[in-house]
């Protein structure tokens, strides 16, 4: 190592130390470990422009080890985008430097990572959205590579080996994870929780490993040099010390989650050659030594800006292909789908339906299932695009296989990247399996849509494990992610072309049994856009009926027998299919639809009823019909009955409701 890296790398690590000293909490000990790697990456490897963090020909990394927060912050000041002043307020409200890094607070951030394992997922995604548009519009404008830093904990959480499983299936030639195995975590060794062999594990899962010392920059430039010639996704397993540098702490656990004790700050920095008694110092020649190789980056990003103007103005096709992945986005095109309005159509047959009419109208349209084509009715999807593999990058379906949570976290990965708009699919009730990437995709703002079947106990004999019961409610708790649950297949269309244009991940929530076509006009159908309209009326009405997905027609049926036994009621009837849309609509709209001056109001829907409150209020106001237990294992109909789902017992429901209040 010469001395100018030597000098860098110590101002680095002050940084780090000087950081997490200041918020009085935070994450050294890594980040002194794997500061050999990373150094070298920015300075030598990483394509970016230095002008511009979002230029869309760069190369991606992703801190799968997030904790390690202030090493990659120290990198973006050293690159000129993060001031120093942010770096003082690690840790602090409002700052660009929050406790893991956050996509959409920091420029050079390219996901959110904290939950470990997540990062190294979604760099999957980035390298399948490299590759994809590398196949289908130009190579070499789209050759960028993903490169991602994990430690100890992110080997050890399952949903990086199952997206590991699947990147080395699908032969990811554009993507290499470096390892920085420092054998320590909070509680100690991790020879205390795990001996696992990374290496036949990778190697068994079609990796490329190399181990390396990961101190030692000339092996680590050989290794880091060649991956041009990868043939494979590859790992980079660095064997390396936690708090490297540290003056008398090196190798111990106690640097992994919390500052050095101060007087191993004072020694340690001494011993890196930095001054203790000046914090966050960056000398101008260390600046100047990391930025070395600006003049070369800004260079290749003019070149690369130059080759894709002359690709758009002499190439029509490219142009508009182009022109719809990173163009201003217009989907009024979007040609309707149809179905006999007194023809029955189960919403997850819908969506298949315009799904597949999507294939050429959203040539950047990319996802797939998690192993249930057939149920989730993505196969003619499939079948129409192909598979994304090895041997056919430009395909644009994605067999995850049985992995929703990876699944999920990669579709993040991809909408992040740019250029595409994913989906995934599976059952409702496996959506438990896919939450905390579904809950990390709305901290980011992902648009992915995720399309959830089988959304209630319909789903009949198999049983209580598949039936969702609590499902609904529990991802409408998530903040800033939108729950469908459209009530026909005119809805599903118009929730699916909602979800379009949300910067924001959508689960769409769809019956496996057939749902009649409500009885509207096509002007009374489009209110649905705005997430709750009224689908049947009655002037001076004076019950309100609140209702979801399948729910709707079954309040439908139910209100013509309640007026039929009582000419006095006079009942409105609300379809729901998102309430988040819903709530985002002007006051007005929703007093008209909802009037507050209508106080009986009843909710149904086939799932947990905690929650419906807010629309129909206290329990000696409103009702609210649902399923507050699990299942059982028995044909829908069965069970529709044995849980008053149908339209007499509903009807009874509501008027020994009725009655009891007037009592």
């Not at 940084?15 to 980040?31: F, R, T, W, Y």
């Not at 500052?259 to 000046?278: F, I």
């Not at 800004?298 to 002359?310: E, T």
């Not at 849980?643 to 209040?661: Q, S």
Request: aromatic residues 8%.
């Amino acid at each position: 190592m010469n001395q100018l890296d030597q000098r860098t790398i110590a101002t680095l690590k002050g940084l780090v130390i000087d950081g997490v000293n200041k918020a009085k909490s935070g994450h050294p000990g890594g980040a002194m470990s794997s500061m050999d790697f990373a150094y070298l990456l920015f300075s030598e490897f990483l394509s970016f422009d230095p002008d511009d963090p979002k230029w869309p020909g760069r190369d991606r990394f992703v801190l799968s080890a997030g904790h390690e927060s202030m090493l990659l912050y120290s990198m973006l000041h050293l690159t000129g985008w993060l001031p120093l002043d942010e770096l003082k307020k690690f840790r602090q409200l409002h700052s660009k430097t929050p406790g893991h890094p956050e996509n959409i607070l920091t420029p050079g951030v390219e996901c959110t990572t904290g939950p470990l394992g997540q990062g190294a997922a979604m760099s999957v995604g980035f390298a399948i959205a490299a590759r994809h548009l590398a196949a289908t519009m130009d190579e070499k404008l789209f050759g960028q590579r993903t490169w991602a830093l994990l430690g100890d904990g992110c080997m050890q959480e399952d949903v990086t080996l199952g997206a590991a499983s699947l990147a080395g299936h699908l032969g990811l030639t554009n993507l290499t994870w470096f390892y920085d195995r420092n054998r320590q975590q909070i509680s100690g060794g991790i020879d205390r929780a795990t001996s696992d062999d990374e290496v036949k594990i990778f190697q068994g899962f079609g990796w490329e490993v190399i181990e390396v010392d990961g101190h030692d920059h000339d092996a680590l430039r050989m290794v880091m040099g060649s991956v041009h010639a990868q043939t494979r996704p590859r790992l980079i397993v660095g064997e390396t010390i936690m708090a490297k540098g540290s003056a008398t702490m090196e190798g111990d656990h106690e640097t992994h989650g919390a500052p050095l004790p101060a007087d191993e700050r004072l020694q340690t920095k001494k011993h890196l050659g930095l001054d203790p008694n000046v914090d966050f110092a960056v000398a101008p020649e260390t600046q100047a030594h990391f930025q070395r190789r600006f003049g070369n980056l800004r260079a290749n990003a003019k070149g690369w800006r130059s080759k894709l103007a002359h690709r758009i103005e002499t190439d029509s096709a490219f142009k508009s292909a182009y022109d719809t992945a990173f163009g201003k986005e217009d989907f009024s095109h979007l040609k309707k789908t149809t179905w006999p309005k007194d023809k029955a159509v189960a919403t997850r047959n819908a969506f298949g339906d315009v799904l597949k009419d999507w294939v050429e109208q959203i040539p950047n349209l990319i996802g797939g299932s998690a192993d249930l084509e057939p149920s989730n009715m993505t196969g003619p999807f499939a079948k129409k695009v192909g598979d994304f593999s090895k041997a056919n990058p430009g395909g644009r379906n994605l067999a995850f296989g049985v992995r929703e949570f990876p699944m999920s976290a990669i579709c993040n990965g991809i909408s992040l990247h740019g250029g595409l708009i994913p989906f995934d699919a599976t059952f409702l009730t496996f959506s438990d399996y896919s939450r905390p990437a579904l809950r990390l995709g709305a901290i980011q703002q992902c648009r992915v849509i995720h399309e959830f079947t089988h959304d209630s106990f319909y789903l009949g004999e198999d049983g209580p494990t598949h039936q969702p019961v609590e499902h609904v409610m529990t991802l409408r708790a998530i903040p800033d992610f939108y729950l469908m649950r459209p009530a026909d297949a005119l809805e599903t269309q118009f929730m699916m072309e909602e979800a379009l244009k949300l910067h924001a991940p959508t689960a769409i929530c769809l019956s496996r049994q057939k749902l009649p076509i409500l009885p509207l006009s096509d002007a009374k159908a489009e209110e649905a856009r705005k997430g709750a309209y009224v689908v049947r009326d009655s002037a001076d009405f004076n019950l309100m009926i609140l209702a979801t997905g399948s729910e709707v027609s079954l309040a439908m049926d139910a209100a013509v027998i309640l007026e039929k036994e009582n000419p006095a009621l006079k009942i409105r009837i609300v379809s729901m299919p998102c309430w988040e849309i819903f709530e985002n609509q002007p006051k007005p709209w929703r007093d008209s639809v909802i009037p507050p001056t209508c106080k009986r109001r009843v909710s149904i829907e086939a799932g947990v009823t905690l929650g419906w409150q807010k629309y129909t209020g206290s329990s000696d106001t409103g009702l609210c019909i649902g399923l507050d237990h699990f299942g059982a294992s028995a044909p829908a109909e069965q069970l529709a009955e044995e849980y008053g789902f149908t339209p007499a017992k509903v009807a009874t429901r509501i008027k020994n409701w009725l009655a009891a209040r007037s009592g």
